[in-house]
T-cell receptor
Framework: KQEVTQIPAALSVPEGENLVLNCSFT??????LQWFRQDPGKGLTSLLL?????REQTSGRLNASLDKSSGRSTLYIAASQPGDSATYLC???????????FGTGTRLTIIP | DAGVIQSPRHEVTEMGQEVTLRCKPI?????LFWYRQTMMRGLELLIY????????DSGMPEDRFSAKMPNASFSTLKIQPSEPRDSAVYFC???????????????FGPGTRLTVL
C-alpha cells in the first residue's frame, strides 16, 4: 500500500527566503505526482503535475522535482511571499488507477 | 470556465437523515472523483468515475454511501442514514483522460462541509 509522507508538518520562513518542501512515497511505481496548495477552509489548487518520466516542472516561482527511484519529490519556492502561506499537499497516482494518494501536508507560514 | 461546482457548500443535518451532495465537473472532463478530508485521515478517495462508469469504489466506507453519475455533467454522493462520524469536507474533482493509461491534472471543487449532529 502506497504511503506518502511530508516532513515537516509545519514550517515558518521569513519573507523573501527560498524554501523547499519535501514529499516521500514508499512505492516508486508511480504514474505521476501532483502538488497542490490548500488555503484554510478552501479547496485544493493544483500547482504542478510531474509525469513519472520527467525530472522537474516549473511554474513561475515554483519548481517541482521528482526522483522516482528514491521515492522523493521536492517543491522549491523562490522569493517567498506572505501570499504563499497555505498548506501544501503532494499526491501520486499509479498505473492502472487514476486515484490520488495524498501526503500528510506541510503547513507553510511566511513571516512578513 | 467555472471550474468544478459543488453544492451545497455547507450542510448541517441530524443523525439518521439522508444527505445528498452534488457535483458538476469541468465541461469536457471525463473523469470525476469524490474525496473526503478529515483531520484524522487526511484526504482519501471515495470513488471515481470514467466516462460515467464507476472505476474504483474501494474507498466507499460502507453501504450507507452511494454515488451516481447519470451523465457527463452531474454526479451525486448520497449518505443514508448519516452518522456523526461522516462529518468531513467532501471534495469533487475532475480531469480529462485522453486515452487509456493517460492521467491528467485533477481540478478540485470548493468542497462541501458536512456536519452530522
Amino acid at each position: 500500500k502506497q504511503e506518502v509522507t511530508q516532513i515537516p508538518a509545519a514550517l515558518s520562513v521569513p519573507e523573501g527566503e527560498n524554501l523547499v518542501l519535501n514529499c516521500s512515497f514508499t512505492d516508486s511505481a508511480i504514474y505521476n505526482l501532483q502538488w497542490f496548495r490548500q488555503d484554510p477552509g478552501k479547496g485544493l489548487t493544483s500547482l504542478l503535475l510531474i509525469q513519472s518520466s520527467q525530472r522537474e516542472q516549473t511554474s513561475g516561482r515554483l519548481n517541482a522535482s521528482l526522483d522516482k527511484s528514491s521515492g522523493r519529490s521536492t517543491l522549491y519556492i523562490a522569493a517567498s511571499q506572505p501570499g504563499d502561506s497555505a498548506t501544501y499537499l503532494c499526491a501520486v497516482t499509479h498505473f492502472g488507477n487514476e486515484k490520488l494518494t495524498f501526503g500528510t501536508g506541510t503547513r507553510l507560514t511566511i513571516i512578513p | 470556465d467555472a471550474g468544478v461546482i459543488q453544492s451545497p457548500r455547507h450542510e448541517v443535518t441530524e443523525m439518521g437523515q439522508e444527505v445528498t451532495l452534488r457535483c458538476k465537473p469541468i465541461s469536457g472532463h471525463n473523469s470525476l472523483f469524490w474525496y473526503r478530508q478529515t483531520m484524522m485521515r487526511g484526504l482519501e478517495l471515495l470513488i471515481y468515475f470514467n466516462n460515467n462508469v464507476p472505476i474504483d469504489d474501494s474507498g466507499m466506507p460502507e453501504d450507507r454511501f452511494s454515488a451516481k453519475m447519470p451523465n457527463a455533467s452531474f454526479s451525486t454522493l448520497k449518505i443514508q442514514p448519516s452518522e456523526p462520524r461522516d462529518s468531513a469536507v467532501y471534495f469533487c474533482a475532475s480531469s480529462s483522460r485522453v486515452r487509456s493509461g493517460s492521467y491528467n491534472e485533477q481540478f478540485f471543487g470548493p468542497g462541501t462541509r458536512l456536519t452530522v449532529l
